[in-house]
């Protein structure tokens, strides 16, 4: 979930994960978690057309609520999956033994709420504009997977909450799995568009299509 707070410039909730857990440990992450069977809509209920394209409505409609049951569970902000606008979707690559197929929403953060983390799984929360992300992550103050470094990146670039979610209702959401290189020089993700990556239709390459594994978990973002 990229929560979205207004300002000048905007801002972005970023929760940081335990140290303890197994999965980008330690990491500045968007709060979210898995889809449970209680997420799912009772049959028959009126939904809402998927903007996934490879979602049935069904299944879209449970994504949404578990985006809004883990927000509130992870940084005690209340959302409605009506409010929720697509971004994208994102899938963990093929070696990795821990998969996850995982979809970005954007919501704005509602007036009157104070957002908190859940000291379980997240040790800490802030407010960071898409630049001051990149700055902290530049001065090694804080660890970006890949996915969300590159999310971060094309937010910088839009002039404000209203342009970000334009942006977002007028692009088309395709899948991403990075591509995974380990030899004797290291380990390293690539994304669509990089020279050892083919293009993929419909995809934004960013400036950024490489990310190096350095010591301390952190993934060093290059141009190619």
């Known amino acids: 979930m990229i929560v979205l707070r207004a300002g000048d410039p905007f801002e972005v909730l970023m929760v940081r994960r335990n140290d303890t857990v197994a999965f980008m440990a330690g990491s ?6 898995r889809v449970d069977d209680a997420d799912r809509p009772p049959p028959g209920r009126p939904l809402a057309p998927a ?17 809004v049951r883990e927000l ?13 606008e697509p971004l994208a979707h994102w899938v963990t690559p093929e070696i990795e033994t821990r998969r996850y197929d995982t979809r ?15 000291e ?3 040790t800490a ?32 670039k839009l002039p404000s909450i209203d342009g970000v979610f334009a942006w977002a209702r007028a692009r088309k959401i395709v899948r ?32 950024e299509t ?7 978990a952190r993934w060093q973002p290059l141009k190619p």
């Open 125 to 156: 929360l802030e407010w960071l504009s898409p630049h001051g992300a990149i700055a902290k992550f530049v001065r090694r103050e804080l660890l970006l997977p890949p996915p969300t470094w590159t999310t971060i990146r094309q937010l910088e």
């Open 210 to 216: 490489r990310f190096v594994l350095e010591e301390g």
């Open 120 to 122: 379980s799984e997240t």
């Open 104 to 118: 970005f929403f954007l919501a704005r953060m509602p007036d009157g709420q104070v957002a908190k983390h859940d």
């Open 176 to 207: 991403v799995m990075p591509g995974f290189i380990k030899n004797d020089t290291g380990t390293m993700l690539t994304l669509p568009g990089d020279p050892l990556y083919p293009a993929i239709p419909d995809w934004e390459v960013p400036e």
């Open 72 to 84: 509130e569970e992870e940084a005690n902000v209340r959302v409605t999956p009506a409010d929720l």
């Open 51 to 67: 903007r996934f394209l490879d979602l049935s409505d069904e299944d879209e409609a449970a994504y949404r609520t578990a985006a």
């Open 28 to 33: 500045y992450v968007f709060p979210g978690g």
